[in-house]
């Protein structure tokens, strides 16, 4: 909405965030008899700006029902890709004196409407503390930082799961009478399950809600962490740790759907770069936990670590998670909708009639099941778009470094000359993680800046900001591109000739810098390339870039031993380096893509 004073007159328009529907209010005269008595009993006391802002409420009482023709669905979408209402005031008094017009950019609170605990959707959700609201958008801050925060912890728990068991692989090998590499796989699985169990929580939470799946699936997380410590053989360790790894896998999906239902486009970057602390720190804090320990308890201890962490996870959401998904698929009614209506002119029921009916709902129920499990692959197909297929391709070859690294830490600081001990190996990986700390609290903000600058520098006189996705990747993104490769190739060599510890560590912690910039864009332009489908968006990406992280890690000692680290990581950071042309495509050709790809999903 912008309103303005002109020429002795007030004129206001009211836009959708999208641009394309404008309804322009009658000017209102200010000899207007009314308006005028107004403005002259609050002379004295009131600015311009207030005037407008009371004039603009009146308005917009009156176009109420104006605006309710908009599409709703065009509506939400375009949510991803506004600012907040600005206000533009010209004080011709301030003018006169050759001073520059006001201009001030402000958020208008919306009324919170809390839904009647009998009303509120997900499992347990009377018991949720925090009433769920029609409009998630419109919950304060605070609040909306106490969700973040809990999705943030909870997202932790699949990378800590992963993580926690790489200083003791070495107990677990001793103790279960196995091979280093076989019990490797209890990583790699877990990595594995983390890439395709996702796909199914997404549509399940579009289905269901985001609570459910999140209550759900922390349990199956405590049954499966619970068998994984009772574990009594290599085989028997991998299966429930495969399991355990899925059931975590609901959070890397949903929990990133559940900051999009949260933020708007403008504050969505620092909001991911802080909920993405979780899901990071994991697997550079988790080693720290585990080779403690380890040392203490032994390797069943890590196990049941996830256990209680789960546990923990799962009471705060029960308690202080509500529902944030707007609106919930029915997939019965969607499936009754496209089925044929039964003729009102047919006979009276009959045997045949009856038969025809348990068909038709045997079809309906195929069709439900259907959607339930075979239509999630179907996010498989959203790669064909570029602007997402380089997105996630960018994401995955950096977060596959990640764990290749993990492993080279651990295998590598085990032998001699360092020879630490299974602590020592976890207090490692705490460069890594200071370097995430920085990049996750520095470079959201950055990111949302560089975001509005780019919308500000194509805007045009009384248009109002329009934030493109491919907005985020600029020199942040370069940054990170040159930043975590050079790293990569620091480390390897460095580790390769035995350097002091301190030298290959300080570049783990340029390493955390890079590649955490990379994370936070990649995976908030993903929930904005596909703003109805922000889970399933981030599904896809998980998908792709943890079958790497797996791939790392079962081939990652192997390759170790073959060519050792110095050779192994120049590789990994020469493709990395090639692999940054994706900022400079997504900047030449990424409006095109976009351009094509919602014409193609409208």
């Known amino acids: 909405m912008f309103s303005a004073i002109e020429n002795g007159k007030i004129g206001i328009s009211i836009t959708d965030l999208t641009g394309n529907h404008t309804i322009r209010a009658p000017s209102l005269s200010s000899t207007d008899e009314h308006f005028m008595a107004a403005v002259h009993d609050e002379q004295e006391t009131t600015t311009p700006s207030t005037i407008v802002n009371e004039v603009t409420e009146e308005v917009d009482k009156e176009k109420t029902s104006e605006i309710s023709h908009f599409d709703q669905k065009r509506t939400k979408q375009s949510q991803h890709n506004a600012i907040p209402i600005t206000t533009v005031v010209d004080n011709q008094e301030k003018a006169a004196h050759d001073t520059p017009d006001l201009e001030r950019v402000q958020t208008i609170k919306q009324?919170?409407?809390?839904?009647?605990?009998?009303?509120?959707?997900?499992?347990?959700?009377?018991?949720?503390?925090?009433?769920?609201?029609?409009?998630?958008?419109?919950?304060?801050?605070?609040?909306?930082?106490?969700?973040?925060?809990?999705?943030?912890?909870?997202?932790?728990?699949?990378?800590?799961?992963?993580?926690?068991?790489?200083?003791?692989?070495?107990?677990?090998?001793?103790e279960l009478n196995t091979t280093p590499t076989r019990a490797n796989l209890s990583v790699a699985l877990y990595m594995l399950a983390m890439a395709i169990f996702p796909l199914w929580w997404s549509a399940f939470s579009e289905t269901l809600g985001r609570r459910t799946i999140y209550l759900a699936s922390f349990a199956m997380f405590i049954v499966f962490g619970i068998l994984s410590a009772e574990s009594q053989s290599i085989a028997m360790l991998v299966v429930m740790r495969l399991f355990t790894g899925g059931a975590s896998a609901s959070v890397?999906?949903?929990?990133?759907?559940?900051?999009?239902?949260?933020?708007?486009?403008?504050?969505?970057?620092?909001?991911?770069?802080?909920?993405?602390?979780?899901?990071?720190?994991?697997?550079?804090?988790?080693?720290?936990?585990?080779?403690?320990?380890?040392?203490?308890?032994?390797?069943?201890?890590?196990?049941?670590?996830?256990?209680?962490?789960g546990f923990i996870v799962w009471f705060l959401i029960f308690f202080a998670l509500p529902e944030t998904l707007k609106a919930r698929k029915d997939m019965t009614a969607e499936v009754a909708a496209t089925s044929p209506v039964d003729n009102p002119t047919r006979p009276p029921l009959s045997r045949t009639s009856t038969r025809e009916s348990v068909q038709q709902k045997s079809k309906e129920y195929v069709k439900v099941l259907r959607m339930l499990f075979v239509d999630p692959l179907l996010v498989i197909g959203y790669l064909r778009f570029p602007a997402v297929l380089f997105t996630v391709y960018y994401s995955a070859v950096t977060f596959g470094s990640l764990y290749v690294l993990a492993v080279s830490i651990q295998y590598s600081f085990h032998k001699p000359p360092y020879e630490y001990s299974s602590l020592v190996v976890g207090a490692l990986y705490a460069f890594n993680a200071v370097g995430y700390i920085l990049s996750s609290i520095l470079g959201g903000r950055w990111m949302d800046r560089i975001m509005t600058r780019e919308a500000r520098r194509r805007q045009k006189d009384n248009e109002p900001l329009v934030l493109l996705p491919e907005d985020r990747m600029r020199e942040n993104a370069w940054l990170g591109a040159l930043l975590y490769?050079?790293?990569?190739?620091?480390?390897?060599?460095?580790?390769?000739?035995?350097?002091?510890?301190?030298?290959?560590?300080?570049?783990?912690?340029?390493?955390?810098?890079?590649?955490?910039?990379?994370?936070s864009l990649s995976t908030t332009m993903l929930t904005e390339f596909m703003p109805n489908r922000s889970s399933s968006g981030v599904g896809l990406n998980n998908?792709?870039?943890?079958?790497?992280?797996?791939?790392?890690?079962?081939?990652?000692?192997?390759?170790?031993?073959?060519?050792?680290?110095?050779?192994?990581?120049?590789?990994?950071?020469?493709?990395?380096?090639?692999?940054?042309?994706?900022?400079?495509?997504?900047?030449?050709?990424?409006?095109?893509?976009?351009?094509?790809?919602?014409?193609?999903?409208?």
């Open 111 to 174: 009324p919170l409407v809390e839904v009647s605990r009998s009303e509120r959707r997900g499992l347990f959700a009377r018991f949720a503390v925090i009433a769920e609201v029609t409009e998630p958008t419109h919950y304060s801050n605070k609040t909306k930082w106490l969700i973040t925060a809990i999705v943030a912890v909870a997202a932790a728990a699949a990378p800590v799961g992963s993580s926690i068991i790489f200083p003791v692989i070495d107990e677990v090998v001793r």
């Open 543 to 602: 998908l792709v870039r943890n079958i790497l992280s797996c791939v790392g890690a079962v081939v990652g000692v192997p390759l170790i031993n073959a060519i050792g680290n110095g050779w192994l990581f120049s590789i990994i950071g020469l493709w990395a380096l090639c692999s940054c042309t994706v900022i400079w495509a997504m900047k030449r050709f990424g409006p095109k893509w976009r351009k094509q790809m919602d014409d193609a999903l409208r």
């Open 252 to 309: 890397q999906a949903v929990g990133a759907g559940t900051v999009a239902d949260l933020w708007e486009s403008h504050e969505r970057g620092r909001a991911m770069g802080y909920f993405y602390l979780g899901p990071l720190l994991g697997p550079l804090l988790a080693p720290i936990i585990g080779g403690i320990l380890g040392e203490a308890l032994g390797w069943r201890a890590t196990q049941w670590a996830l256990a209680v962490y």
């Open 485 to 519: 490769p050079i790293a990569l190739i620091w480390y390897g060599w460095t580790v390769e000739k035995h350097v002091f510890w301190l030298v290959p560590m300080i570049a783990n912690f340029f390493y955390g810098l890079g590649s955490m910039l990379i994370f």
